[in-house]
């Protein structure tokens, strides 16, 4: 009778919305509901009383002392009441005629620590003599199934509001530093930019794309990044001309239109935006309009991770950026993969037709190097070139070409 009904839902909700209302077919009772305890009261968390949507709805709720529930938690009623005529306290409780309440079964559902969280219900207007222990053991088992898929979302809800303060500590105390990664012509070879690549603090560390996935997942993945852009292109003003600084963004936050305010009074036609995120755009035409301000004012476009999926090739074929990036994993052993090279040769041969740039990222040895110059690479960046430092260490760099 309950074959599937035992198993993981994608939501806990679906697993006790199934179990309540199977739960209350097999007693043949009118109502079933999940509580749970908040400020002295029983909330309603999801029922399941077809009909009787006017006595009983989600979100009600009524005040502890009025229910059963704390004097089952303390063994004054039991969990199975057949016939709540034959137990003085339910009779004298005034619910006990107002709903009215003729039989009734009750399971707490407690947390892993044992703290109890609510209750796990069927009653009926009529007594019920043919409830039994059997029954009990029925409502205890979806009751503990109850418990595991609420435990689990509160974990989930804890750890939420856990990252949230974290990531609103850093943002508000802006704990977070950057490294400059210097972008280089491959011929000769010279330093013309560099990618401001974010750091965060707080231990244990994480790398800057969990950061920002976590801060996506909260909802307050844009005003990360726009914290972490403001503070980036400070460093603007301090590299000397004509190196350029290369700065990370979503299109969300791109679509937030709050960067030409953020770049403004900056050296604009120094500064390239690299589009990030591996997931699909649904609408092109509000980027590439969000977009027209920056780039009429002098921002390079650059589409990120270039050959690591579809999206980044549509990001191309849908925005024509100003420079393409090779992704790491599609340089990492070019010299030796024919079809790494041939997805090479074919996105630096549709620069070429686009009159757009190629920036290859993640060179680490000399025979990438020269299998890159050699499928005609203009730019590149990676640990053989140049390990991100510091922005004095970048001005440096930017000295030294100079000079």
Not at 153 to 163: D, F, M
Request: charged share 20%.
């Amino acid at each position: 009778m309950f074959d599937g009904l035992m198993k993981p839902d994608s939501t806990g909700q679906g697993t006790i919305q199934r179990g309540l209302e199977a739960v209350r077919r097999h007693l043949g009772m009118e109502v079933a509901y999940v509580s749970r305890f908040e400020d002295g009261r029983s909330v309603f968390r999801e029922v399941d009383a077809p009909g009787l949507e006017a006595l009983i709805r989600p979100g009600d709720s009524r005040g502890l002392d009025e229910v059963y529930c704390l004097h089952i938690l303390a063994g004054r009623l039991p969990e199975l009441i057949p016939d709540t005529a034959a137990f003085p306290l339910a009779t004298a409780m005034p619910i006990t005629q107002a709903v009215p309440i003729g039989a009734h079964v009750s399971v707490p559902i407690r947390m892993p620590d044992g703290r109890p969280y609510g209750m796990f219900c069927c009653l009926s207007p009529r007594a019920n003599p043919s409830l039994n222990d059997r029954d009990l053991q029925v409502m205890r088992v979806f009751a503990e199934m109850a418990g595991h898929a609420i435990a689990r979302e509160v974990a989930e809800a804890e750890a939420s509001r856990s990252r949230m303060a974290e990531l609103e500590t850093v943002m508000e105390e802006r704990l977070f530093t950057f490294r400059f990664q210097p972008i280089l012509t491959l011929q000769p070879l010279q330093v013309v930019g560099f990618e401001a690549l974010c750091r965060f603090g707080p231990e244990p560390y994480r790398t800057p794309d969990l950061w920002f996935a976590a801060a996506h997942a909260a909802g307050c993945g844009v005003e990360l990044e726009l914290a972490v852009l403001q503070r980036a292109v400070q460093a603007l003003r301090r590299l000397k001309a004509p190196a350029f600084l290369s700065l990370n963004a979503a299109p969300a936050t791109i679509l937030s239109g709050r960067l030409p305010k953020l770049f403004a009074g900056l050296p604009t036609e120094r500064l390239v935006l690299e589009v990030t995120e591996h997931s699909q755009v649904e609408d092109y035409d509000a980027l590439r309009a969000a977009l027209a301000p920056l780039r009429s004012g002098g921002v390079k476009l650059a589409i990120d991770d270039a050959g690591a999926g579809y999206s980044s090739l549509q990001h191309i074929l849908q925005l024509q950026p100003d420079i393409i990036k090779l992704d790491m994993g599609l340089v990492r052993g070019v010299d030796q993969d024919p079809a790494k090279r041939a997805l090479a040769a074919a996105l630096c041969f549709f620069a070429r037709e686009t009159g757009c740039q190629i920036v290859a990222e993640g060179i680490e040895t000399e025979a990438e190097f020269a299998a890159l110059e050699a499928l005609g690479v203009s730019r590149g960046q990676g640990y053989l070139l140049g390990r991100p430092g510091d922005l004095a260490a970048a001005q440096e760099m930017v000295g030294a070409a100079a000079g």
